[in-house]
């Protein structure tokens, strides 16, 4: 099993809908989460981090839920630049500091 | 956006050279990290560095080689290329290293390196 899962969709929705990722992660000694947008052969871009208290920024918000060991984000009003692939981070500091990075979710906002 | 450069941006070689690809950054950050990104994998480490001559191995780390002898430079050298290293190669940085500095990394543009 992958310390860090995605589901890999494709995601297809139409503009102004809302759409939400999960990413699962294993290890309970991890404390730090991203969320990142990757654009095709682009380099990946920090989207926002995630705060336990949950935290928004715009369209997006990021939430926490370390009892059950997800983080998700929901995107509200989608546009056609949103589309992307949206790559989920956990950050572990036990067994030595590790970034894992998900695989990623594909997103497609259609006209 | 952070002020990392990597060079080549893309390199075709053949099997048994050795290839080095450089990252460069002007932020002044301590810890800079080299990724490959493949289909169905996502980002793996390959290296890291968190100072000056300070490195250390990441989850895909045979093959490959790293030194950081200025802060702003970090290389990553492939001493005999194989098929298997075909990949893009991204650097990133970070002010911060430890999980408690939620610090998080930026990504150079990438490397698309073949090797026929």
């Known amino acids: 099993r992958k310390e860090v899962e995605q589901d890999p969709g494709p995601f297809n929705v139409p503009e102004g809908a809302t759409v939400a990722f999960n990413c699962t992660y294993s290890n309970s000694a991890s404390q730090s989460f991203f969320w990142y947008r990757q654009d095709c052969r682009k380099e990946p871009k920090l989207l926002m981090s995630v705060y336990s208290s949950g935290n928004e920024d715009g369209r997006f918000t990021a939430q926490l839920n370390r009892a059950s060991q997800y983080i998700s984000l929901l995107i509200r009003d989608s546009k056609l630049s949103d589309s992307a692939t949206y790559l989920c981070?956990?950050?572990?500091?036990?067994?030595?500091?590790?970034?894992?990075f998900g695989a990623g979710t594909r997103l497609f906002v259609k006209a | 956006d952070a002020g990392i450069t990597q060079s080549p941006r893309h390199k075709v070689t053949e099997t048994g050279t050795p290839v080095t690809l450089r990252c460069h950054q002007t932020?002044?950050?301590?810890?800079m990290y080299w990724y490959r990104q493949d289909p169905g994998h996502g980002l793996r480490l390959i290296h890291y560095?968190?100072?000056?001559?300070?490195?250390d191995k990441g989850e895909v780390s045979d093959g490959y080689s790293v030194s950081r002898s200025k802060t702003e430079d970090f290389l990553l050298t492939l001493e005999s290329a194989t098929s298997s290293q075909t990949s893009v190669y991204f650097c990133?940085?970070?002010?911060?290293?430890?999980?408690?500095?939620?610090?998080?990394?930026?990504f150079g543009d990438g490397t698309r390196l073949s090797i026929l």
């Open positions: 981070v956990v950050e572990r500091g036990s067994g030595g500091f590790k970034t894992i």
């Open positions: 932020e002044n950050h301590r810890y």
């Open positions: 990133a940085i970070s002010e911060g290293g430890t999980v408690y500095d939620n610090q998080p990394q930026h």
């Open positions: 560095s968190y100072g000056v001559k300070d490195t």
